[in-house]
């Protein structure tokens, strides 16, 4: 079976529900910050991401809210669907670094019917 | 965007032995990365590879353990050494193209 996600906390939401995916980082100096989807097997794929210099950025479902005076990241998710089952991973890169990133400890998000 | 392609995508070994994990790229990139996800865990970065220079370990990884080659700009490997059941992970390589950050599947590895 799959064991990503098997221990980490867990969001559970009816179909058609909003939902909300929380995130602290770590380093103050980060500048750009991804949300990460990652399903069964696969590797994380990208959903959405916010420069530092912003503090809210909408996709299609898909909203980012970004806190840095609490260093805090969110990922609302509009009415959620079976498909967003998955984990979340939220990601920091520091300022002045290239592409490397900080991964949070992921939710894992559940869906039902 | 970039296609990344890893091999093998899941493998049981014999502890003591070692595994070359392969990730093939279809662009040119600069910097790949590879990354260990433990069971029910996020992602650590084990180290950066750069084309033509030694990679950069994160604290807690070392070259002689996850020797890395980087021997041209779309191709890695990271080889996991003298393997123990601890280091049943996933393994995942990543690029860096502008902003974004594109991985592949993954190599599961089971140590036995």
């Known amino acids: 079976g799959e064991s990503v996600g098997l221990h980490l906390p867990t969001l559970s939401v009816q179909e058609g529900d909003n939902s909300i995916i929380n995130c602290a980082y770590s380093n103050s100096a980060s500048d750009y910050f991804i949300w990460y989807k990652q399903e069964s097997g696969k590797g994380p794929q990208f959903i959405i991401d916010?420069?530092?210099?912003?503090d809210k950025r909408q996709g299609q479902r898909v909203t980012v809210l970004l806190n840095k005076t609490v260093k805090h990241l969110s990922l609302q998710i509009a009415a959620t669907q079976p498909g967003d089952s998955a984990v979340y991973f939220c990601a920091e890169k520091v300022s002045g670094g290239y592409n490397k990133l900080i991964f949070g400890a992921g939710t894992r998000l559940a869906v039902h019917p | 965007s970039a296609v990344i392609s890893q091999k093998p995508s899941r493998d049981i070994c014999q502890r003591g032995t070692s595994l070359t994990i392969q990730c093939q790229v279809d662009s040119q990139v600069t910097m790949m990365f590879w990354y260990r996800q433990q069971p029910g865990q996020s992602l650590t970065l084990i180290a950066t590879a750069n084309q033509g220079s030694e990679a950069t370990y994160e604290s807690g990884f070392v070259i002689d353990k996850f020797p890395i080659s980087r021997p041209n700009l779309t191709f890695s490997t990271l080889t996991v050494s003298n393997m123990s059941p601890e280091d049943s992970s996933i393994y995942l390589c990543s690029v860096g193209i502008y902003t974004e950050a594109f991985f592949g599947q993954g190599t599961r590895l089971t140590v036995v």
């Open positions: 916010i420069r530092s210099n912003m």
